[in-house]
């Protein structure tokens, strides 16, 4: 069974980095495609960035490419999304989410599973 913890939000100034982490306790999590999601106050999640198993293949929103980065650590069953260069319009609660084993997915319906989510605000 697959069950995402995330962690590693918070305050920062604009400017400023945080890495956030996203546990899996499941045994699957080797073959799936991991993705990071926000979702603003108002707005709609949308996609930030994905990886598919062993890092074959790799995704940014065009808004966040240049200054974020995904990355896995399968020993660990642990994937990260690296924030740097953080802008105001970067605050939202970021969600960790999880795949059936496939292709790159970029889609918030082509994931099934879920984290609770981790609050980033970044103050101007």
Do not use: H
């Amino acid at each position: 069974q697959v069950q995402l913890v995330e962690s590693g939000g918070g305050l920062v100034q604009a400017g400023g980095s945080l890495r956030l982490s996203c546990v899996d306790s499941g045994r699957t999590f080797i073959v799936r495609t991991m993705g990071w999601f926000r979702q603003a106050p108002g707005k709609e999640r949308e996609f930030v960035a994905a990886i598919t198993l062993r890092s074959l293949s790799i995704s940014c929103a065009d808004s966040v490419k240049g200054r974020f980065t995904i990355s896995r650590d399968d020993a660990k069953n642990t994937v990260y999304l690296q924030m740097n260069s953080l802008k105001p319009d970067d605050t939202a609660t970021y969600y960790c989410a999880a795949a059936n084993p496939g292709e790159l997915r970029v889609g918030s319906r082509d994931f099934q599973y879920w984290g609770q989510g981790t609050q980033v605000t970044v103050s101007s």
